[in-house]
């Protein structure tokens, strides 16, 4: 079956099964599943143009899918946030709530609840009349979070919502998103910071439209093909081109040995690294 249904079957939640999305030739998404627990936090990584916001967008009902399934909930029932924040400048913080009520609906007899209800939480109730341009980075992307959360999401699709604010705020829309997911909301999160995606329940790694792992941060740790090491130096040789940095070591990721020779320390970061090295040698082989 392909395109978008509404009805959820046995076998998923909300997600996507088999996925693939073209634009002119060239495949954005190929054969992609993602699942969305209700109450879980979903992680995408991958790197530029890895497909991150067109799966997102494929979600959303707003990149046509070619094949495969989207199973979503109605769009009312919806959240998204995209990397732009979605807050429109020239609208002050209650008018922009005004705008996305309408949008969706929301009577306005809960919208006052809901209003003081989230933007207390975001830290966000004293600047009311302040227009969205004059919010700083990390106020507006929590306002953002605030306009996708006010139809009660059943999904909540959040495109990189933590990058380029400052650490504090950071921190507040992850405890922002733990407060969603733990109210019921299923949360896919686009993020290029591999420490949060450490601290989701799941994550789907991207890579040029494909699928390197889907699966716990401890799974995509423990899927990983050969063994990681650690040395004080920078290889030479063939492990030159298996290297990168971490801290003041150079990790080596070696296809050949086994696994059990990598050191304690061998976190998602390493995994995710060591995954698209992989690709990258089977598409030369």
């Not at 046509?64 to 909930?73: A, H, R």
């Not at 306009?147 to 950071?170: F, I, K, N, Q, Y």
Request: proline content about 6%.
């Amino acid at each position: 079956m392909t395109g978008r249904q509404m009805a959820r079957p046995d076998d998923i939640d909300w997600g996507a099964v088999d996925v693939t999305v073209r634009f002119g030739g060239i495949a954005a998404l190929t054969n992609v599943t993602i699942d969305l627990p209700p109450g879980q936090v979903t992680a995408v990584v991958g790197g530029d143009g890895a497909g991150k916001t067109t799966l997102l967008g494929a979600l959303a009902g707003r990149v046509p899918v070619g094949t495969g399934t989207v199973t979503m909930p109605d769009r009312r029932r919806v959240g998204v946030q995209p990397s732009t924040s979605g807050v429109w400048g020239d609208l002050s913080v209650d008018e922009n709530v005004d705008f996305v009520a309408e949008a969706y609906s929301i009577p306005r007899d809960s919208l006052a609840e809901r209003r003081a209800r989230l933007l207390s939480r975001a830290g966000l109730d004293h600047v009311g009349g302040r227009l969205g341009a004059q919010l700083s980075g990390g106020m507006r992307q929590k306002l953002g979070f605030c306009l996708a959360m006010l139809p009660d999401p059943e999904v909540l699709l959040l495109d990189e919502p933590s990058t380029g604010v400052d650490p504090v705020s950071r921190v507040q829309l992850w405890q922002l998103i733990a407060e969603a997911a733990a109210g019921g909301a299923a949360v896919l999160l686009l993020t290029t910071y591999l420490d949060e995606a450490q601290r989701a329940h799941r994550v789907l790694v991207l890579d040029e439209g494909h699928t390197l792992g889907f699966g716990s941060p401890d799974d995509i740790v423990s899927s990983l093909p050969g063994a990681i090491t650690s040395s004080g130096t920078r290889p030479d040789g063939v492990d030159a081109h298996r290297c990168w940095r971490r801290g003041t070591d150079f990790r080596i990721w070696r296809p050949n040995e086994v696994a059990s020779s990598s050191p304690g320390d061998v976190d998602l970061e390493d995994a995710v690294i060591a995954l698209m090295l992989a690709r990258e040698e089977a598409r030369r082989d």
